[in-house]
């Protein structure tokens, strides 16, 4: 008897104790979940931060509400939103966070600091370019939610259906820090009162320095990616014959035979595609034989375009760096840099046209 | 050796050795080697954990010559004094370990979960559980070690989601870098594999010691592929320069898994992560109290005190240490010492010990 009464008094201890642990309660109706930050420069060390957060009406609607201060650093400007909110504002739920196109040309790691010390925020958030004044385009509501989710799902799913690469929080930092590959965002615009995927930001460390156009999205993933697939593509053919089509299988190999000297570096590529559309009735075989090979043209001509143009600018967003890097042992950041911009880069592509959909 | 009835099958010496092992320093310790081997330091794992199954081999040789626990080993060779202090030495390293891996658990707590948690409050709880362990005796220690390794085991799953993630290119090349890097990787892994020691302590409740040896290498080898999977998961899938910015590189693993009915899976990681550490604590409280009671001839019944008396240094140390600082230069003393005793005293032990009974046997005979 005396042993199960100590044991009841530890028990009880134990409970009684768990209320004395000092932890923060955060009960969701009581907090202001932000889905969307944008950050963007006013001055040289001035941050102008722009939160979205959905306000739930009675009805069941959700309501996009935004509030924009100012301050030295993004924390302080929580600190001054919260000032002006009915609920304390937590980032627990932030699902994307932009960046003012001239601020991402400034250089954005010290603005990732904030997302990336805190342990509320996950890795899997997603960053992108604004093109325009994040206040004036966030006030604006897009859908029947607020303009984070929206943003979020708007990624998510390009991401998903291979439109778009494949990017978050995590992939920027990797590509950020790791030697021998530079990050991509994609960059958001306003569009006749519509939000739209403009085109991919390229970057030089943390600082925007060029673009890829939608038109060439399609080689870009096509280059990005080993094994790939759903991406789209459509294009003239010499006949003025129209062709879109999707790629449903596609390899790319790197073929590097001596790393670290300016010898050349093949990318070969193989590509499987179904015809989804066509302009001129009925596809036979020669017809079939005529697009791959015109397909085959396009993709190792615009696929050359991108890489030159990278090499231009003296950036990697392909991560070409990187499969030398792992092809050698005489690794050396400064002297690949050198090399890289004079490096003769071909693209050898393979294409295969499997299907041509229910008609012939 | 002990009586039959305080013994345990040999089989759950592969869940004592392996479950005292695996700590907190799961959740870091990819920054220390990588700083030195980079992308090859898988491979320091491995080489660790040969120097560690090397070392089990010498305690056990050590161990079955005297059939007794380390106590009774110091009190043969240098008499009473000597191998009292030796023992003390010992018992503080224990303590150590505990203070250490529940220091540094709740430091993660704090950081990662709850910036403002009361620590004595913490402390308490989990101590009560602790207490109730260390009274209960060894089998309900084996116990605890037993449900620490196979309860949360689901947990090393969950570093599958950062798969999508990973650019296995990043092992490549094979071999870069030197053989003195690669040694100065092995050394720092070599203190993620402590606290297997307390074997020293609790062999005379094993019931067929010799039996057990191969399950403390299987325990031995358990602990490492787990190092080396969650290893090569991280160095797929941060790069270099962006693994030395994480102190948790584990941790911020979770971070990129996405469930539908949690949104950070942190908070269920870590707390599940007590269960990994509670018989860490649990069998390093024990062997510091059996040690204690040993040395100073204590009754069984006055166990309850020391064990106490123990627990409450444990918890007074722990609540003192504050700040990353001081948890870092603890964690760097603890090291230290712990690779002194085990990697260096050790195999001198043993050798002395061979070598004194050869002269203590050579002066019988001239006798």
Known sequence: ??????????????????????????????????????????????????????????????????????????????????????????????????????????????????????????????LAILDGNPKVVLSKQYGNMDNGIFLSNLIEQNVETGLIHKTNLHIFKYKLYAEGIDPMLPII???????????????????????????????????????????????????????????????????????????????????????????????????????????????????????????????????????????????????????????????????????????? | MEEKEFQISPFLVFFLIHSVQLGVGVFGFQRTIMKSAGNDSWMTVIGAGIAVSMIIWIMYLLLNRHQKDLIGIHRDLFGKWIGGFLSLIWIVYWLLIGIIVLRSYIEIVQV?????????????????????????????????????????????????????????????????????????????????????????????YLKHPKKSQKWAHLGNLLTGVIYLFILIISIGFYSENQISRHTWATLSMWKIVELPFVERFEYIGITSWILIILPNICLSVWAATKGVQTIFHIKQKKVVIVSVVILFILLGSTVAIEGRENIENLNKFMSLLGLCLVFMYIPFLTLLSFLLSKIRRGNIGKA
């Not at chain 1, 907090?31 to 040289?44: E, N």
């Not at chain 1, 001035?46 to 030295?72: H, R, W």
Request: glycine share 6%; charged share 25%.
């Open chain 2, 112 to 204: 990662w979960l709850f910036p403002m948690i009361n620590m004595i409050t913490f402390c308490i709880i989990l101590l009560i559980l602790v207490y109730y362990c260390v009274t209960g005796g060894f089998r309900i220690v084996t116990g605890i070690s037993f449900l620490g390794v196979l309860i949360p085991f689901y947990i090393f799953f969950t570093f599958l989601f950062p798969i999508e993630y990973i650019h296995f290119r990043n092992l490549l090349p094979v071999w870069n870098h030197s053989v003195k890097e690669l040694t100065l990787a092995t050394k720092d892994m070599l203190l993620s594999y402590l606290g297997f020691s307390t074997l020293l302590i609790y062999y005379p």
């Open chain 1, 1 to 126: 008897m005396g042993k199960l009464k100590r044991m009841m008094q530890i028990l009880l201890l134990s409970v009684l104790l768990t209320g004395c642990m000092n932890i923060d309660q955060r009960i969701l109706d009581d907090v202001q979940l932000v889905t969307g930050a944008a950050y963007r420069y006013v001055d040289d060390d001035i941050i102008e931060l722009t939160t979205v957060f959905p306000n739930y009406q009675p009805d069941g609607s959700v309501k996009n509400e935004t509030l924009t201060t100012t301050a030295i650093l993004n924390k302080e400007n929580r600190d001054k939103q919260s000032l002006q909110s009915e609920k304390p504002m937590v980032s627990g739920k932030l699902e994307v966070a932009l960046y003012e196109r001239e601020t991402a040309e400034k250089g954005i790691v010290d603005l990732l600091d904030t997302l990336a010390r805190d342990p509320s925020i996950g890795a899997n958030i997603y």
């Open chain 1, 189 to 360: 615009e306003q569009k006749e009162g519509k939000l739209n995927i403009k085109a991919i930001g390229l970057f030089e460390d943390d600082k925007l320095v060029d673009q890829i156009e939608q038109e060439k999205f399609f080689f870009l993933t096509l280059l990005l990616v080993h094994k790939g697939q759903k991406d789209t593509y459509a294009f003239k053919t010499k006949e003025e014959k129209k062709v879109s089509i999707v790629n449903i299988k596609s390899v790319r190999k790197y073929d590097i035979p001596e790393p670290m000297t300016n010898a050349e570096i093949k990318i070969n590529m193989d590509v499987k595609a179904i015809i989804r559309e066509y302009s001129d009735g009925t596809l036979n075989k020669q017809k079939i034989k005529k697009i791959e090979n015109e397909l085959k043209d396009e993709i190792e001509k615009n696929s050359e375009e991108i890489i030159q143009q990278f090499q231009e600018k003296g950036i990697d967003p392909l991560g070409i760096g990187e499969e030398v890097r792992t092809r050698t042992r005489k690794w050396d950041q400064k002297k690949w840099k050198q090399l890289y911009p004079d490096i003769k880069i071909t693209v050898r592509a393979k294409v295969k046209i499997m299907e041509t959909g229910v008609i012939e």
